[in-house]
């Protein structure tokens, strides 16, 4: 008797790699205005997104997406409304942030069956105070990718962080089955100047992703494509961006950083990185995308300072 097919195995017959060469935006999630998840809302967001040519995939459940911030079931209806939102036009790849391995292989299973083709897998949380045994990292994207039948997103943290991996954890990951990516945050040049010649050398299938929203410039012309929040406000000027950084024209690829860095001040250049996914939903508000910017605690809103200048901001870009 043969054996029975695995679930990635599956997964891998019904589905081709994500081609994820261009904008992957990680899109904010929409509430009312009495903090419940606004589904009509996020549907119409991922529309809008996915009509721009360029745009590869959605990253939802993430920090820009306040996903932890939200229960099982609203995590699942939310995959479940932007699968339907985008009608197959572009993969939806989910954050997977749960704690512990098997608890993360569970999110990824509830994820899949909601629909989503790739993973964007965290860190377990508990490396970025304490680090992580040697193996760990490996162990947790095999289960979830095991589990799921996901494609998987290598998450490279930044270098600050005890959960950035080394290059030897890296290149371990790369060489799993099921990882078709990396998104690179780790935020030291040094770092990145180093590893990501080696990782491309390595893993040539393997696409690179840069997800520096307040350095874009210095990484665009060596990824395939960029994985930012930053997608949200700005997809036009991104996807320009990132033909520019491929065809290696430094000129071009200067002015759209110029053009765009009173926004990236604005929404990334703040006193905290979380102040970013607020600052994102009022730029969005500002550009007549959402009808308010509403998030979930921990974040906490804006001055009315703040989103008089992310406006004024958004008018120096001329994006509104």
């Known amino acids: 008797m043969n054996a029975p097919i695995s679930r990635q195995e599956k997964s891998a017959f019904r589905t081709p790699v994500m081609d994820l060469r261009g904008l992957s935006p990680a899109p904010v999630t929409a509430f009312t205005r009495d903090g419940k998840v606004d589904y009509e809302a996020n549907a119409a967001l991922a529309k809008w997104l996915v009509s721009i040519t360029g745009v590869k995939s959605l990253v939802c459940l993430g920090h820009a997406g306040e996903g932890t911030f939200l229960t099982q079931d609203e995590q699942v209806k939310l995959i479940e409304t932007l699968v339907e939102a985008v009608g197959g036009q572009v993969p939806i790849i989910a954050g997977i942030t749960g704690e512990g391995t098997e608890v993360a292989a569970k999110e990824a299973r509830r994820a899949a069956d909601a629909g989503a083709i790739g993973a964007l897998v965290y860190p377990s949380h508990g490396w970025l105070r304490f680090g992580f045994q040697d193996g760990a990292p490996q162990d947790r994207y095999k289960a979830i990718h095991e589990e799921s039948g996901l494609q998987c997103i290598l998450f490279q943290y930044p270098d600050v962080t005890k959960a950035s991996y080394n290059l030897k954890t890296q290149l371990e990951i790369?060489?799993?089955?099921?990882?078709?990516?990396?998104?690179?945050?780790?935020?030291?040049?040094?770092?990145?100047?180093?590893?990501?010649?080696?990782?491309?050398?390595?893993?040539?299938?393997?696409?690179?992703?840069?997800?520096?929203?307040?350095?874009?410039?210095?990484?665009?012309?060596?990824?395939?494509?960029?994985?930012?929040?930053?997608?949200?406000?700005?997809?036009?000027?991104?996807?320009?961006?990132?033909?520019?950084?491929?065809?290696?024209?430094?000129?071009?690829?200067?002015?759209?950083?110029?053009?765009?860095?009173?926004?990236?001040?604005?929404?990334?250049?703040r006193g905290s990185h979380m102040e970013g996914t607020v600052a994102l939903k009022i730029a969005l508000v500002a550009r007549g995308i959402l009808e308010n910017a509403t998030i979930r605690s921990p974040l906490r809103d804006l001055s009315p300072e703040a989103e008089a200048e992310i406006k004024a901001a958004l008018k120096a870009a001329s994006i509104i």
Not at 221 to 231: E, K, M
Not at 236 to 245: C, H, K, N
């Open 174 to 269: 790369a060489a799993q089955p099921g990882v078709v990516a990396t998104k690179n945050g780790v935020r030291n040049m040094r770092r990145w100047d180093t590893e990501i010649p080696v990782l491309r050398n390595e893993f040539p299938d393997l696409q690179i992703l840069t997800c520096h929203d307040e350095y874009l410039l210095h990484t665009m012309f060596d990824v395939d494509g960029a994985l930012v929040g930053y997608g949200n406000v700005a997809p036009e000027l991104l996807v320009e961006f990132i033909a520019a950084g491929k065809a290696k024209d430094y000129p071009k690829a200067r002015k759209i950083h110029d053009q765009l860095l009173p926004v990236t001040k604005a929404i990334y250049h």
